[in-house]
């Protein structure tokens, strides 16, 4: 019990190496999403500035876009969150195909899962709670994520955040009287967003268990909807195509309907369960598309790729400057569309590297440097919200808003190196235990499941004994497992664990010799 509480032991997984079976180029992929998250939160904060003028300002130059749009970082972790449910399993299953009717199996993957996010993440909630009324100064009374309104809400509504249902905390109020629609911890939507998609995965996964052409007709099938679920929100609310523009800082409506919703991150998700599948079949030798892949059409995918993504992030330029606006099929078209094609560009890189034809980017992406950053983005996602208000709040005035560069090196950059600090002794000392705990009780009912009633073992020993005389002490030996039926009842087949010395198994003549002599060892 005491071991999984090795702060040195924990430390050392965290930064142990790749395993031969880590699909590697996730690492930095999470690390760089996670990063472009906190920059652009970090950002956020200094709307709230004294000069708030010199803020919108900002949005109007053209290389800023990358931070103040870079709510398409989300949409990565989506898509390697599918990939990872979709290419785990299928291992699993190769290697244990019984586990294919194993209902109990199933069912544990659903406890697994909540167990392995929820300590974490509660009791860092819980963590916040306490701490945040602390850090109150000059900028937080003026700030619009007041960190008041936030301890209140999770007095409140934690109940929700337990459940994973706290990203529908504003259509809940909508038909009930609980009060402002604020959420505890505001960033932990994209938690209950994710927990929402992994609980419908098996209907993709079983599809894809069945045939893989099952498989992409079902999760086809079902991205139409969620894109059109997003068009018919997007038209009924006249809803915008992103929630920061010149024109409008913050849309309630947006996010309500649109942006925390799992219809609106269903499409990432069934991309990154099709490229696990694509992966998995790679791997075993059963899908062989490498040949496919020579050196001009891989350039042709990597352009493609370029340009989608730069498309998706700049693309809004001259509507986030408020030179433009958008009709509602744009809007709905950018933000839903958009989505499919950012995930098939990032999955493009993945593939790539899994098909060997990333070039030099397949040695950076691989590269051990990313293997324990990549292990603490969970932890630094939960606790970077935190960090971002705590330099914040312990302002002693107002923020002054210099520039988009200036706030990056004196805020963002601090507060990122603080995030991973703060991520990798959370992890160390409260995720790490939670998991290898709930990992050992699951071990121990898998065993206990896997318990038979066949008669108990005997030992055979070179020197034939009564069976019930007191056994000698074992020698160093090396077990082989061999059958043979019982005297009593000739149906019933009996296993017996037979020894012998590791002196005998230099001998193959002498094994041989061994092996025939107890099978026929007269039991009498």
Known sequence: FIGPFSFYTNTSRIFAPHTSVTIRCLAPLKTITIIWIIMGHSMLQEADADNPLRFIDALSIFGNTLIFNAYPAVDTFFLITGLLVAYTLFVKIDAHPALLTDTTMWALGYVHRFMRLTPAYIGFVLFVMAWLPQLHGPFTSGSFTNTTYMVENCEQKLWMNLLYINNFDGMIESISSLGQTSQCYG?????????????ISPLFLA??????????LVSLVAIVLSVAAGFYFTFHYDLPATSMTRKSLYNPHFNKYVYNKPWARLSPFLIGILIGYAIFRIRIGKLNIKHYFNAALSIVCWGASAVICASV??????????????TSLEAASYFHIGKIGWSISVGWVI??????????????????FWAPLGRLTFCAYLVHWFVIHYIYDRMDRSAHFVSVWQSMLSSGLPIVMLTFITAFFWSALVEA???LLEKNFLVG???ERKKSPEPTLMTYYPSPVNRDDKMPKPLDVQTINVQFYDDEDPVMIRSVANTMSTAQTDSMHRYKEFQRRIMSFDDT
């Open 187 to 199: 960033v932990s939507w994209f938690l209950a967003t994710d927990m929402q998609l992994f609980w």
């Open 207 to 216: 599809a894809l268990l069945y045939s893989g052409l099952a498989g992409l």
């Open 313 to 326: 992030i700049f693309g809004l330029h001259d509507n986030i400057r408020g030179e433009v606006t958008l």
């Open 351 to 368: 593939l790539a590297c899994e098909l060997d034809r990333a070039g030099p980017i397949k040695p950076f992406l691989e590269h051990s």
């Open 433 to 435: 235990p939670c998991i």
């Open 445 to 447: 009912m898998r065993d």
